[in-house]
């Protein structure tokens, strides 16, 4: 049989591998690709397909057409399991074990469930995207039949992305008078965040009638309710969970070696430090040289890498080191076309932030989306 190389998660960090999957196939190598969606989304513009900016086909990558178009196997499933001395891989749910020469991870993140109550309705995580669709088809249907109340757990890039395109949404709905929306953001708004960007977003989620609430950490989300550690508890229809997300548990689950957040723990060649035939990039990793924090970027700055050490080790060529780079550029989409810019010590607010995003999201998607 060929070495078979096998990517969990089509991810942000696949997306160069995935568009020259040929060249693997062609020297060869099978390809097989496991996702349980057929479509990848691009998160930089969920909130903006939450917002109604976006329709779901103008942010996501249809990972399955790709890889069979290139000659690859799609498998519609979500890893379990990782057995790094036998070198397959499980799937939940299903008996068949996938065999591997290489193995790269990208199986992203997600938000922990902790505070939900689990049969609480109405609750949206921030991840997977997927999750904003069907949020804004209820919000929609909740808003056409009389008031709502939204609130949004969290109070980074993520949450206030979501609140902003919440307001963006109903306004557009005609729901304008009837929409309250809360931002439930701990005990301080943006915490850690650069004093300048954290007032230019509270300016313009104020402007647009986000509720910012700092008087304590989320406890527990119930059905209709929310309920803070300090005893207060307010209602709502719709609650989005978009606190820190951490890494897939794959590799907990499989006794690899992984960092404090559980991700696969790698080296300077994205290579999993106790099997070096295991790879990995995105949120999944821990990079033990220099902790990332959970954007996209760093998936995206990986690609080049991940890509060609996948190659270098079918081939038995030398691995390139990652290098996380310098300082990146956030913008964040505030909801009606308006946005916040930071990088370096610049920061603003307004169109200009947003058209510069827009513009910057629709040019990566479109290298991409085949
Ligand atoms: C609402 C929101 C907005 C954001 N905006 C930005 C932004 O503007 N800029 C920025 O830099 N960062 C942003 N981020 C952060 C960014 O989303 C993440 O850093 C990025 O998604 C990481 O990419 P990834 O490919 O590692 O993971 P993901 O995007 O989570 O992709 C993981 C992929 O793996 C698949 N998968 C998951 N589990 C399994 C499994 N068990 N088996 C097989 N496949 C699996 C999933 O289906 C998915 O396709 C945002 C995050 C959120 C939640």
Redesign the pocket.
């Known amino acids: 049989m060929s070495k078979q190389l096998v990517l ?6 696949h997306m160069v591998t995935l568009a020259r999957l040929r060249s693997f196939v062609d020297k060869g190598f099978g390809v097989t690709v ?4 057929e479509y ?1 989304y691009y ?2 513009m ?2 903006g397909m939450l917002g109604g900016t976006y329709q779901p086909e103008d942010i996501r990558f249809a990972t399955r057409q790709i890889v069979e178009k290139k000659g690859g196997r799609f498998i519609l499933g ?3 399991r990782i057995d790094p001395q036998k070198q397959l891989v499980y799937l939940e749910g299903s008996e068949e074990e996938i065999p591997y020469d290489v193995l790269s991870c ?4 997600f938000v922990p469930r902790g505070t939900i109550d689990g049969q609480a309705t109405g609750v949206f995580t ?4 997927e999750e ?1 669709l069907h949020a804004q088809q209820s919000i929609m249907e909740m808003a056409a039949s009389g008031p709502i109340t939204v609130a949004v757990v969290g109070s980074g ?2 949450a206030i ?2 609140a902003g395109n919440v307001r963006q949404l109903c306004t557009r709905q005609g729901a304008k008078a009837t929409a309250r929306i809360k931002l439930f953001a701990g005990r301080e708004f943006m915490a850690g965040g650069p004093p300048k960007v954290r007032r230019l977003a509270r300016t313009l989620l104020e402007k647009k009638r986000v509720e910012i609430n700092t008087s304590g950490y989320v406890k527990q989300i119930e059905g209709g309710r929310i309920r803070l550690e300090n005893g207060e508890d307010y209602p709502a229809d719709i609650v989005f969970p ?1 606190v820190g ?1 951490k890494p ?1 548990p ?1 590799f907990a689950r499989s006794g690899l070696p992984v960092g404090p957040d559980g991700g696969l723990q790698v080296n300077e060649y994205l290579q999993s430090i106790g099997y070096d035939t295991i790879f990995g ?4 990793i821990y990079f033990a040289k220099k902790p990332l924090a ?4 760093y ?1 995206v700055r990986q690609n080049p890498i991940l890509y060609h050490n996948l190659m270098a080790s079918l081939t038995g060529g030398p691995l390139a080191k990652f290098s996380p780079g310098g300082e990146y550029l ?2 964040y989409n505030l909801g009606d076309g308006e946005g916040v810019f930071a990088k370096w010590s610049v920061a603003f607010a307004g169109r200009l932030a947003f058209t510069v995003k827009d513009w910057i999201d629709r040019r990566f998607i479109r290298t991409f989306q085949e």
């Open positions: 969990i998660g089509g991810g942000h960090a496991i996702q349980p969606s990848h998160s930089g969920g909130p979500r890893a379990w990208n199986a992203g993140s921030a991840k997977p995207i904003l890039p993520s992305e979501i978009a997300v897939s794959i990039g995105g949120d999944c959970k954007v996209g970027v998936a956030l913008i």
